[in-house]
């Protein structure tokens, strides 16, 4: 167990819907990170907060937005959607900023699928 | 442009031989690099790590190289056992961009 939670596990949607992401990080990270896994795909990088600040942007959609909360918690929000924006949504947390020297921890992810 | 590449999709052994997984990265600026392990419907696991300023380190079965000069670094796992069947993520992480840059993955079957 990472002590990452994630929810939901599972998200059925239809195109066009807003949906929401939720993530409850390790115990005393204050960095969070959301990723896609797309169909046997790799891990995308879309967007790190760390201690309610967002500090790095990837490959993230004008659609797609996030933030932290006081109490470190995190939410992934996804508008507008379209049928490729199904994929696995990871989220992860680290002590650190940057991954640097501080493994992330990630969650079992969200499937998320767009009918 | 795919700054973290790993080669290979798919790795097939026979237990209790060595598996050579490989990664090759691009961006100069990374300095620190690290395995992951995920198995089916669960998220990543950190397995191992790397600084930029040693070329091999050890943590029992799993050992990772670094060539710098190659941009190229490899994760050995010996001996090899059915329960590391599992799909390898290796990453690099650039201090400057703040976050960890992943490649596709290598599944890997350990065979019985």
């Known amino acids: 167990d990472s002590g990452v939670t994630q929810t939901p596990k599972h998200l059925i949607t239809a195109t066009g819907q807003r949906v929401t992401l939720r993530c409850s990080p390790r115990?005393?990270?204050?960095?969070v990170y959301w990723y896609q896994q797309s169909l046997d795909q790799g891990l995308q990088f879309l967007i790190q907060?760390?201690?309610?600040?967002?500090?790095a942007k990837g490959n993230i959609l004008e659609r797609f937005s996030a933030q932290q909360f006081p109490d470190l918690h995190s939410e992934l929000n996804l508008s507008s959607l379209e049928l490729g924006d199904s994929a696995l949504y990871f989220c992860a947390s680290s002590q650190l900023t940057g991954g640097r020297n501080s493994p992330l921890h990630f969650g079992n992810g969200t499937r998320l699928t767009v009918t | 442009d795919q700054q973290v590449k790993q080669n290979s999709p798919s790795l097939s052994v026979q237990e209790g031989r060595i598996s050579i997984l490989n990664c090759d990265y691009t961006?100069?600026?990374?300095?620190?690099f690290l395995w992951y392990k995920k198995y089916p419907a669960e998220g990543p696991t950190f397995l191992i790590s790397?600084?930029?300023?040693?070329d091999k380190n050890e943590d029992g079965r799993f050992t990772v190289f670094l060539n710098k000069s190659a941009k190229h670094l490899s994760l050995h796992i010996v001996p090899s056992q059915p329960g590391d069947s599992a799909v390898y993520f290796c990453a690099a992480s650039d201090p400057n961009a703040g976050k960890s840059t992943f490649g596709d993955g290598t599944t890997l079957t350990v065979k019985p």
């Open positions: 907060y760390y201690n309610g600040e967002e500090r």
């Open positions: 115990s005393g990270d204050l960095s």
């Open positions: 790397i600084s930029s300023i040693k």
């Open positions: 961006n100069s600026m990374f300095d620190y």
